[in-house]
């Protein structure tokens, strides 16, 4: 079976991912150095790969149905790559019950492994350690919908994304009503209908930048149950621009946008703290997270601590003495973001210096 994704957010597939075990594993990984409409460079390394697994699982000494079985829904997920799309990167992730195809915004290492579990947790910290936000385009003719990462614009498409505002202007439209009623109460349901979109694909906290008609923009900040997540607006007619045109757009305010979003975000930790709903430091913060208490875990971009975490893995420690029977931990900060982002939390990144007083890092908890 394919796995059913709620989110329709790259990190959130990779969590998914994350968490899936099984024999024998196949992570096809593979960078697109010259996108293409035809990318037939990348259908040939594509090729190679599962070849280059179906060796490793015959050194294995699996069973050759199994293997047998795993080179066709290796060939298959091939043959369903979306090879026309301008991506920098694909991963293909074949189990004998998973079978996903991810793309890439950002450029990723190419990789072959065949393993008990799926070669995740580089390119979820690669994704995570990036500004993400949403765009959200409103238009008569056309919604359009795409998640951000840095840089970089990928657009999601889904028959989940509601049309645009003339299909419910369509819908509205009687003989005798008052057309500036009509046309009111039609553009009044389109954007309820997009914030309950967003509200059911995107995190709680994920920043919104919103592209379209003066109008159109305008509806949607008064009826939306989460006018905290936009992060600002662009105004103009972008339907028909083609993703990088669109990217180029949002480029050019994305420095401001992210110096608002990190001013958001540590303005909400002072209602946590008020609470008492929050740990501060690397040591408080993964004995939460070990005790699945972690919701939110803000963090200095480029902090990083060595550790030691104790055998039943609830504590963290800087002396292996300390920790008889424990892991090391070369980089304890992505580890711990690993864990939030597997329970189902969110991870964010500030500023170097804005949490100093926190030790560096602030854990925003799921109980007082």
Known sequence: MTLANKNFGLQEKLVELLQRKETPSVSLIFRNENPSLDNDKLRLKIKDGIKKAVKEMESMELDKRLIQNMEERLEKAASEV????????????????????????IDIKPKVVVDDSFEIRDLLLAVNRRFQYDVLLLNKKKTRFFNGFGKQLQEVLSSDIPAGAEDFLKRENRAGEDPA???????????????????????????????????????FKKYTRRPNKILGKIEGSYHKESVSEISEKVNESLQAFSEKWEDQLLESMKEEIDRLRYVSGIQEAWQAAAMKEARTLITERGYKVPGYSTADGLFLVF???????????????????????????ESYFVAPGKLEKFGHIFLQTRYA
């Open 82 to 105: 979306q090879y026309h799309n301008y991506l920098k990167g694909v991963g293909l992730f074949v189990s004998p019950h998973v079978k996903e195809i991810v793309y890439f915004p």
């Open 181 to 219: 009623k009509t046309e009111s109460l039609a553009i009044e349901k389109y954007v309820r209908a997009l914030d309950h979109f967003l509200r059911l694909h995107t995190p709680m906290q994920m920043p919104l930048i919103l592209l379209g008609d003066v109008k159109l923009l305008g509806y």
């Open 319 to 345: 002396d292996p003495e300390f920790a008889p029977g424990g892991n090391q931990h070369e980089d304890a900060v992505d580890d711990l973001i690993e864990m939030v982002l597997a329970q189902g939390g």
